[in-house]
């Protein structure tokens, strides 16, 4: 490597990034072109006599050479800075001693170099100022005080020629410093550029990751809906066993916690509306073990009423959600109820029924309450309700999802009273479009804002 190349590297270090790098270079150059400059007009200042101005510039230059074995941090942030301002008091005064040495010019040039040297801005423009108001005093000063360093013809010419070759080398380092700074933004522009685009694809990974997260999430869910209808009953077997009725279901997600159930055993229908803990995918697994466990009770066990299948479904619901450190705490709500010929039997777990009669009258038969599993306080038997049925009847088991939607003006909850009245303006319309006025009615209710849990409404018309 030449002297150039290892005084232009004084300080680099191989962990610098390649900005920083031409920016050190850069400043090494201008700090050993300042020095020598300043050396080179030692001698013609000593020719001249002026050695107070030679002593001076000796100053200067031992100044600028120091510098170039200054740390990297402090030769980038005060090098140029001390070395300029240093250089616009020395070019001041010997322009003002020696009037015909010319060398004001050179603050101009001092000025035009800070702007494209220096980073701190403020500094920028501080040293700038500073250089052109010294060029104008300068010439001022000129003007009303007679030279007191004369110069021969021989001196003024090697003047001219010395001060010719500094513009020369400023002029230079100037453009370069400028061609460098464009070049610097360009390669930041590119940089941030590449940050962008590198960021951009790490999200545009994650949103692919997500995606395909989601939609492996959502086809699982969507199958457990197929499960879950599979277990549902049928619309067939609606029809067959209560030809006269409607369901109608709307889960708050894919899959429900609430659920509805039928079944028929020696010449007795029963039917049930129930409401597991939570909604989503936990309620829908409830669901299945509470439909399991209903139908064991009734088929496996020797159950006839709506109370003692309860209450072994209860038995049986504990029993599947016992393990061997902890007993899960969920279970249902439910509504239960058999028919056979004019007699209707229900037996609730904190689920109504209501039986609407005539034309404006409205029946509530209130269930136990105590859910389906365990619960804090003495599990007791759950009774059953004998009632007569009439010709004309309509019977409804709800859930609590629409008593409990937020809706409307006030954005208050349906609550009760406004669900029996809405049954009895539903009882007055033909089953088949019960169902349609009971879900137009919850959906003008509920408007734009989010269903909040799962709604099964089961209506018979006797």
Known sequence: MSLWGKISNLSVKQNMGSSEIRSLQLTNRLILIAGILASSYIPILLWIGAYWMALQLTCLSLIAFTFLFFPQKTKLTKATPIIATAAIYHMTSVSIVIPESQLELYLILIALIQLAAIKNQPLSF???????????????????????????????????????????????????QVKLTNN?????????????????????????????????????????????????PSSNKMKTLLPNSFVLYKPKDIVAGDFYWIEEKNNTIYFAVGDCTGHGVPGAMMSVICTNALNRALNEFNTILPSQILNKTRDLVISSLETNQNNVKDGMDIALCSVEDNILNYAGANIRLYIVRGKNEILEFKP????????????????????????GDFIYIVTDGYIDQFGGDKLKKFKTPQLKSTLIKASKLPIEKQNEFLDETFENWKGELEQIDDVCIMGISV
Not at 184 to 197: A, C, G, N, P, T
Request: a positive charge; charged letters at 20%; proline letters at 4%.
């Open 368 to 391: 136990d309450k105590q859910p389906i599993g365990q619960y804090i306080k003495n599990q007791i038997p759950f009774n059953n309700n004998k009632i007569e049925i009439h010709k």
């Open 184 to 232: 610097k933004y360009k390669e930041d522009i590119l940089k941030e550029r590449q940050e962008v685009i590198n960021k951009n694809k790490r999200i545009e990974r994650q949103v692919e990751i997500i995606e395909d997260a989601h939609k492996e999430i959502t086809d699982s869910i969507n199958y457990s809906k197929r499960i879950q209808n599979a277990i549902l």
């Open 126 to 176: 501080l040293i700038f100022a500073l250089s052109i108001i010294s060029f104008f005093i300068s010439i001022y000063v000129q003007t009303i005080i007679p030279p007191i360093v004369t110069m021969n013809s021989p001196q003024q010419i090697v003047m001219i020629i010395f001060n010719v070759l500094g513009v020369f080398l400023g002029g230079f380092y100037l453009v370069f």
